[in-house]
């Protein structure tokens, strides 16, 4: 192993751990780490080192959220992508209509965005008053995605949030507080959704805004 190597493994061999274990990166979830590769020099260093196991620091979010890539795409790497695009693809329509509950919940203008937080109490409390919100928890709840049994607002609520978390859409920065933070996968997902949209004309975007406005009438 190369001196050069050696230091960059010992300065980010946490940050690279993280990207290779297929994390995203972003000031919510790692703000060291995000400052890290927002640095020209550090940046190259990750760069040069994943390079040499071809993989590459990709990012989205205008260049505000870092994940780890391929460099070179052969047969193997084409099956995990594809894999991995799948498993996303699997999951879109719950989140989005997760997306459109919250923002429609708590009368927000624009979708959820990185570092934006969410008052699980307050979110909970407008949904219980709405009966078109609260039918929309149920179905997407029940989505495989979520997998609740649930019959009541407290126990889909959470569970969802929970689910959202350990997919790394959110963050709960203190376990003692219900207040959840949105992390920058959010627009990771949000440019899925776009080249979905623009490569299939599926309007993910559309269709769960028009099954909402729909259950609201």
Partial sequence: MSESTETTLVGTG???EQLLRGEFICRVTNEDGWRALKNNS?????ETYLNQINRTIASAGEGEVF??????????????ISSQFKDICSGLIPLVEWLVLVQEASGQDAPLSEGAPIRLTDLQARIEDTPAFREQLTKLSHYRLF???STNVDGQIKLVFKRLVELGYL???NSEKQIY???????????????IDETEGLSLEAQAETATQRDLI
């Fill in 14 to 16: 946490a940050l690279i």
């Fill in 42 to 46: 550090t940046r190259d260093r990750v």
């Fill in 67 to 80: 994940f780890c890539g391929y460099l070179q795409l052969g047969e193997v790497e084409r099956k995990v």
């Fill in 147 to 149: 997998g609740s049994s």
């Fill in 171 to 173: 963050t709960k920065p």
């Fill in 181 to 195: 933070i949105a992390t920058g996968k959010l627009d990771y997902l949000y440019e899925v959704i776009r080249f």
